[in-house]
């Protein structure tokens, strides 16, 4: 696609639900970032691939988190037994390179409110 | 954690005006890079200035890179209503690293 497309945009889940968000990088993107952004605050990194390779997942704030990108192109973060604290935007973002000729393309994110 | 901070947090302008945000970073860096993020949307990639440039244009955009005081500056000439939004420096240590951004800078351009 044009973008980078995030699925659901909003999702309610009850504490210790568990919850799927899925990211669709631009088509042919290498590096696949997710990150965090809680209201009022910049977004804070959760996670790095680089193909189907996760190369950095020092950001996942707990091991209820957990992100894949098995054919190098789809993501999903799964949160586990969600927390009020997970409350907040996940963003996740695309790449063609290492982002450091053109930038990155960010999704709209998914706003995870946990109740 | 944060790896940089933007000041003003909040800043207020008539249409027409220029805005400046300024924005610090703590460690040596690849590029840094520049978005904007309107209210519920994700961001939007602005601009990018290496770690050996100085100065960037692009439009009505200019961003100057000043590395011995780990300092960026973000000017928008002649705003508009539609710059409304929030702004964000993010750092980039190279080689596929994370991005690492700041705390942000909301600036209302007031008709």
């Known amino acids: 696609g044009a973008g980078v497309s995030q699925s659901p945009r909003y999702k309610v889940a009850k504490r210790g639900q568990d919850v799927a968000l899925r990211c669709d990088p631009i088509s042919g993107h290498v590096s696949l970032f997710w990150y965090q952004q809680a209201l009022g605050q910049g977004p804070e990194f959760l996670t790095y691939?680089?193909?189907?390779?996760?190369?950095?997942k020092s950001g996942l704030p707990s091991d209820r988190f957990f992100a894949e990108r098995p054919e190098g192109s789809v993501s999903t973060l799964k949160i586990q037994r969600t927390q009020q604290e997970d409350s907040a935007v996940y963003l996740c973002?695309?790449?063609?390179?290492?982002?450091?000729?053109?930038?990155?393309?960010f999704g709209s994110g998914t706003r995870l409110t946990v109740v | 954690s944060q790896q940089g901070e933007e000041d003003p947090q909040a800043l207020s302008i008539q249409e027409g005006e220029n805005a400046t945000m300024n924005c610090s970073y703590k460690?040596?860096?690849?590029?840094l890079q520049w978005y904007r993020q309107n209210s519920g949307r994700g961001l939007v990639h602005l601009i990018l200035i290496r770690s050996n440039e100085r100065e960037k244009h692009s439009g009505r955009l200019r961003v100057t890179l000043d590395t011995s005081k780990k300092s960026s500056s973000l000017l928008i000439t002649a705003s508009r209503a539609a710059d409304t939004a929030s702004y964000f420096c993010?750092?980039?240590?190279?080689?596929?690293?994370?991005?690492?951004f700041g705390t942000g800078t909301q600036l209302k351009v007031e008709l």
């Open positions: 460690t040596s860096i690849n590029n």
């Open positions: 973002a695309s790449s063609q390179d290492y982002g450091d000729l053109h930038g990155y393309t």
């Open positions: 691939f680089q193909n189907e390779a996760q190369l950095d």
């Open positions: 993010a750092t980039d240590r190279g080689g596929g690293n994370k991005l690492t």
